[in-house]
Every structure is written in C-alpha cells, then in structure tokens.
C-alpha cells in the first residue's frame, strides 16, 4: 500500500465524570481522530488525547507536515516510525514530536492489518481474545462520602474486578477515609490501584506512600514528578507495595532508563508518548528482558491487541472517554475487554456524532 495523505480532525468530548486532580481538572476531552489514506483506498484510522485543547492545533499541524513529507511512500509502519521521528529530532523527541509520529504510527498499524483482512492482535502474531482490565472512568479526588456509591457504580460497569482511585487530598486522613469508603462499597476481593497523578514531593510522598503501603492496593502510581527516577529509586526502595511509572515515557528508552535505575516495579507506558504500536513492542522486549509486568494507559482499542502479544502483560487501563465517536465501542463483559473479530484495529468513526463535537482552532 501507499500513503496517500493524513487527516486530522479536533473534536471536543464531555467527560461523565470529569477529571479532580491535585494537579488540575479537566470536563472537556480534547480528541484528535486521525484518518491516514492510502492510494489503495484502505484507510487507517486512530487518535491522540493530548489532554489541553489549545494542544490540538500544533498536533494537526505537525500531522499535516508528515502528510506532506510522507505521501507516495509505502505503508511499512517501522519505517515511517523511523522516518517520521527522524524529520523531528531536531526540535527533540519529547513531546509533541513523539505524540504526533505515534497518531501516524497507530493508524499506519491499522492500514496494514485491513490490508492483511486480520485483525491486528492476529496480524501481530497473537491471537483474538479477551484482556483483564480495570475500570479508570472515575473515583477522583471526590468528597470520601460519595466515594463509595461511585466505587459500586464503576464496578458494575463491566462486572470489574478492579478500579483505580486516586489520592492526594489536602488532608491525608481524607484519602484514608475515601479509601475505606470505597472497600466498604466494594469489599475486599476487589483489586484496587492508587494514583497520585504527580502531586506530591519526595517528603510527602514517604510519608503518604508509607500509609498506604499496608493497604493491600496493586500499586501505587506516580507519586512524584514523571522524571524524578532518583526520587522514584528511594521510593522503590522504602514500600513494599509495587511502584508504578510509564504514562510520560517519550519513547522505549525512558522505560530502559527507569528500568535501569530501580525507579519503579512495574510500568504502563501511554501509546502516544511510547510511540504508538512501534514504540510500545520496543517498550515491551525492553519490560520482557527485565520480566517487569507491563500494563496500558489510556488508548484501550489499541492496548487490547498489543496486550495479547505483549510477553508481560499485567492490566489494561479502561476508560471510555472515546466512545462517542466510535460506531461501535469495545465491549467489556466480567471485567474483560473483548476484541471484536474485525480488520485491523476494528474501530470506525460516528460521522453524524462528530460532527456534531468538531471544533475550529
């Protein structure tokens, strides 16, 4: 197949349960769906969730520059991964250079398993099936009181057997209270993860990671600033719960370096700051050497396949903040995401619903 050109198109979403973080909220999901056009009329199709609106306009701008600089060259997702990063690396890998080549890459992937009429978990070597996962759609930093009727509801979603809270209330005491609200809600055979989304410094973190460190939680996650692997090493090696870092790894090397300097037990990369599907098997030879189990963060269509081809897989991250615009999302059935039996990626756009949420930048 040859590429023909990208499209990129800014859509606006509004989140169910919005986004309370210490570190911000968030109601309005900015969404970029990507369309990549091949000159064999197959058209590959993914998305980047940059997090800040006003983000979108240099991301369609850069995807538009790869269009350009791309066009009439043959659809081999490793080479336009290595070609794409190449033609900006002069302005740095992190950041919006390796998120834009990760919305190419991802739609590149599923052009080429349309192309192949297999789904791409099949076409990657794996097989059709489902993928544990945990429900991540809400339990922010709410009143302790509501916590626990919403731990009850995210749990029913999907019949999970595992939700994310997260912590870093003003008051410890107040994490503790929505923590207990939540087990009373959901009893113990629960699986419960705890994010800290960055809030705290390295003071704060041992002393609240050590108050948690007894409560039976999977992990606890980014306590600390992404980048402070020589905090993350002294945290490693303080808890006996398993630390948990990726989301703002730009690409396979900063998991090797996190790795490679104790910083965390497991690791969740983002696929499009990893780099998409290209990046995340780099990241996944990387975490399977080390035999550190690898879990997904946002991005659950394309997390499903990758994870059944992934040596260490762990658990997938399930939001579906996406769903409006997909004609038909991802089911979950007992806290398992099922993939459909459908080429490539098997996600198609709701034109009549996006058109609805586009947006001018």
């Known amino acids: 197949m040859t590429l023909e050109r990208i499209d990129a198109r800014p859509v606006l979403l509004k989140l169910n349960r919005p986004i309370r973080a210490r570190i911000g909220g968030v109601s309005d999901w900015p969404v970029i769906l990507i369309d990549l056009h091949t000159r064999e009329g197959i058209v590959g199709r993914s998305y980047l969730e940059p997090y800040l609106p006003n983000a979108m306009r240099y991301l369609i701008a850069m995807l538009k520059d790869l269009s350009d600089a791309l066009k009439g060259r043959p659809v ?75 731990a009850c509801r995210l749990r029913e979603e999907g019949n999970f057997s595992a939700l994310k809270m997260r912590m870093g209330r003003a008051h410890l005491r107040d994490d503790l209270a929505a923590f207990e609200a939540v087990r009373r809600g959901v009893g113990e055979d629960i699986h419960l993860m705890v994010d800290f989304n960055q809030c705290l410094g390295i003071g704060d973190a041992l002393l609240r990671c050590r108050a948690v460190d007894e409560l039976g939680f999977e992990w606890i996650e980014e306590p600390l600033l992404y980048d402070n692997f020589d905090g993350y090493a002294k945290l490693c090696d303080a808890l006996r719960t398993p630390l948990q870092l990726g989301e703002n790894f730009y690409g396979p090397l900063d998991l090797h ?80 995401v099922v993939i459909p039996d459908a080429p490539g990626l098997g996600i198609d756009w709701d034109e009549d619903f996006v058109r609805s949420v586009l947006v001018d930048l």
């Open 76 to 150: 081999a997702p490793a080479d336009l991964y290595i070609i794409a990063r190449k033609s900006l690396h002069i302005v740095g890998y992190p950041g919006l250079s390796t998120i834009a080549v990760a919305g190419l890459d991802m739609a590149a992937w599923d052009a080429l398993a349309k192309s192949a009429e297999l789904p791409l978990c099949t076409f990657l070597g794996g097989s059709i099936g489902t993928v544990p996962a945990y429900n991540s759609n809400g339990l922010w930093l709410i009143a302790p009181e509501a916590a626990e009727e919403e």
């Open 257 to 336: 370096r996190a790795l490679q300097m104790n910083a965390c037990d497991l690791v969740m990369p983002d696929f499009m700051r990893i780099g998409g599907v290209t990046g995340w098997m780099r990241a996944a030879g990387i975490a399977g050497a080390a035999g550190v189990p690898m879990s997904t963060h946002f991005y659950p269509e394309v997390g499903a396949h990758v994870m059944r081809v992934t040596e260490t897989a762990h658990w997938l991250e399930w939001i579906d903040w996406v769903n409006p615009v997909l004609q038909k999302p991802y089911a979950v059935r007992d806290g398992q």
